[in-house]
């Protein structure tokens, strides 16, 4: 195990040892290549740089109580890659060469995963991008596929509490028919104006509204939303939300410890009713939400005891954490021991 300070590990990047890269040349991949180097050899006119052909992944390993290192979903990761290139033409990578790589990655890279009970995990970023030189718009016919991974720290360092997000009307993330469904970064380029907003406003992040009509609950930055109410857990039908893994996992469990699943749209009048709302990714798991504020009109929306997750939220955190590490059982096959 690498001499680490895990327990004040930030959500960032850290330099590890190894990282893998497959090229897609003459209408296939090439061999799984291994490195030790943090750069990438690129040509000028890459797609990736000029056109935004790039798409990615976010999941984490996590090291059990048994000392053993558990991938979370990741065939899940590797569908929504293939949607991701699929969407804006890119060769898509398959199933098999994705989960050869990620293993390989971690596996090169054990001492970086985090001890158990420190709340960190090592984040692996698959990352797919257009690396064949165009000048015109078009796909290219050459493609990058790489695997970097790094320790993170827990998300918030203040542990799971509830933080404030406003509701942005001045941009969009994503437009009806756009990318927003695609884990790709345009859409990440497009949030980062309305981000900044936010946080020069004291918070946490921005709540995205539908683009055509401004009336309902769209992606709440960089993660999904959802909000608890008469036992039901709701969460925001529309194709320009990206499909979160984190979120189908807790309406999963949601589902089995009694609660309702509804998936549609929701009107910014309907906050007011929620008695929990939280937003939801890999990254936080989930981000109880204290308040959200209308930039619009100051209208605040207020949640719960103002400091503490509420009950139906922490219940779900800890569930879905503890299937992760390993310290409940995994009813669902969610869990891969890499060995
Ligand atoms: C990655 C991402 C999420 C979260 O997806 P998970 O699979 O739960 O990590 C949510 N929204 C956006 C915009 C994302 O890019």
């Known amino acids: 195990m690498k001499n680490?300070?895990?327990?004040?590990?930030?959500?960032?990047?850290?330099?590890?040892?190894?990282?893998?890269?497959?090229?897609?040349?003459?209408g296939q991949w090439g061999e799984l290549e291994i490195s030790s180097s943090e750069y990438l050899n690129l040509h000028m006119a890459a797609t990736g740089l000029h056109y935004g052909q790039e798409a990615f992944e976010g999941m984490k390993a996590f090291r059990?109580?048994?000392?053993?290192i558990r991938l979370f979903r990741w065939r899940d990761n590797a569908l929504r890659m293939i949607q991701s290139a699929r969407g804006i033409l890119m060769a898509e990578v398959p199933e098999e060469l994705f989960y050869r790589a990620i293993t390989t990655a971690v596996r090169l890279n054990k001492k970086y995963v985090p001890p158990y009970g420190t709340g960190a995990s090592l984040?692996?970023?698959?990352?797919l991008f257009g690396s064949g030189a165009e000048v015109g718009v078009k796909p290219a016919s050459e493609y990058t596929f790489v695997v970097f991974v790094t320790p993170v720290g827990p998300y918030f360092k203040e542990?799971?509490?509830?933080?404030?997000?406003?509701?942005?009307?001045?941009?969009?993330?994503?437009?009806?028919?756009?990318?927003?469904?695609?884990?790709?970064?345009?859409?990440?380029?497009?949030?980062?104006?309305?981000?900044?907003?936010?946080?020069?406003?004291?918070?946490?992040?921005?709540?995205f509204l539908d683009a055509h009509e401004k009336k309902y609950i769209d992606e709440a930055g960089p993660a999904n939303f959802f909000g608890i109410k008469n036992n039901t857990y709701i969460t925001p039908d529309s194709h320009s939300i990206l499909p979160s893994i984190t979120n189908k996992s807790l309406q999963q469990i949601a589902r089995d410890k009694g609660l309702k699943i509804e998936l549609r749209h929701i009107p910014v009048e309907e906050l007011d009713t929620f008695e929990e709302a939280g937003a939801c990714g890999t990254a936080a798991v989930i981000s109880p939400i204290r308040s959200i504020t209308d930039e619009?009109?100051?209208?605040?929306?207020?949640?719960?005891?103002?400091?503490?997750?509420?009950?139906?939220?922490?219940?779900?955190?800890?569930?879905?954490?503890?299937?992760?590490?390993?310290?409940?059982?995994?009813p669902y096959g969610w869990v891969e021991l890499v060995d």
Request: aromatic content about 12%; charged content about 25%; overall charge neutral.
């Open 4 to 26: 680490i300070d895990w327990k004040s590990l930030p959500f960032g990047y850290m330099k590890t040892d190894y990282n893998v890269r497959c090229y897609y040349r003459d």
């Open 64 to 68: 059990g109580k048994d000392d053993k």
């Open 123 to 127: 984040y692996i970023r698959p990352l």
């Open 159 to 207: 542990g799971f509490k509830p933080v404030d997000m406003m509701i942005t009307r001045k941009h969009d993330r994503a437009a009806p028919q756009g990318t927003g469904h695609l884990k790709v970064g345009g859409n990440y380029a497009a949030s980062l104006q309305a981000l900044k907003e936010a946080h020069e406003g004291g918070f946490a992040s921005s709540l």
């Open 296 to 330: 619009e009109t100051g209208k605040k929306y207020s949640y719960g005891t103002q400091d503490q997750p509420g009950p139906v939220s922490k219940d779900l955190y800890e569930t879905l954490v503890g299937i992760q590490t390993g310290d409940l059982a995994d």
